[in-house]
Every structure is written in C-alpha cells, then in structure tokens.
C-alpha cells in the first residue's frame, strides 16, 4: 500500500538537511545531503507507519499542501511510504 505524506525540509547552520512531517508526530530525519536526508524521511515514515498500523491505530489525515505554512528557507515535498504487508495481515 502506498501513503504520500508532505515534509518540510530546512537547511541549518552547519549545511544539513532536516525533515519533519507536520502529520506524523515525531517523525524526523536528517541527512548531510539533500538526496540523503530524503532517502532517511521515506525510511522513518515507512517505519512510523508500519509501527502505528501494528499497534492497531489509524493513520493521520494527510494534511493539504495549501494548507502548511512554510517558515523561511523551508521547501515542502511530497515522501511515498511503500508499506508491504506480509500474508494473513488483516487491513
């Protein structure tokens, strides 16, 4: 199953990359790099998903991009969370 979450990303002082996911508390990743810190967000909203559906929750409603407002510097992109689910997992 696929899930597209928006992301904030900012750059900080030092040149790296932060991510955070206004819908998906405490998930965050970073990277030295752009490439880098958008590879470990799909990681860390993959694994934030995989633990809520595991724990019985629901999912967030995702957050219209119209609707995030962006501090200075910070760019918003779309992250695919590709969820496999193994056999006899009941959606």
Avoid: H
């Avoid at 752009?34 to 595991?54: C, F, G, K, M």
């Avoid at 991009?65 to 997992?89: H, M, P, S, T």
């Amino acid at each position: 199953m696929k899930f597209i979450y928006p992301a904030v990303i900012r750059k900080d002082e030092s040149g790296s990359y932060q991510v955070s996911f206004p819908d998906l508390e405490d998930c965050r990743a970073d990277g030295e790099t752009l490439d880098e810190a958008l590879d470990r967000a799909r990681d860390a909203v993959e694994s934030w998903i995989q633990v809520e559906l595991e724990d019985g929750n629901e999912l967030p409603t995702i957050t219209s991009k119209e609707d995030i407002v962006l501090g200075e510097g910070e760019i918003l992109r779309d992250i695919l969370a590709n969820i496999r689910f193994y056999e006899g997992w009941d959606e």
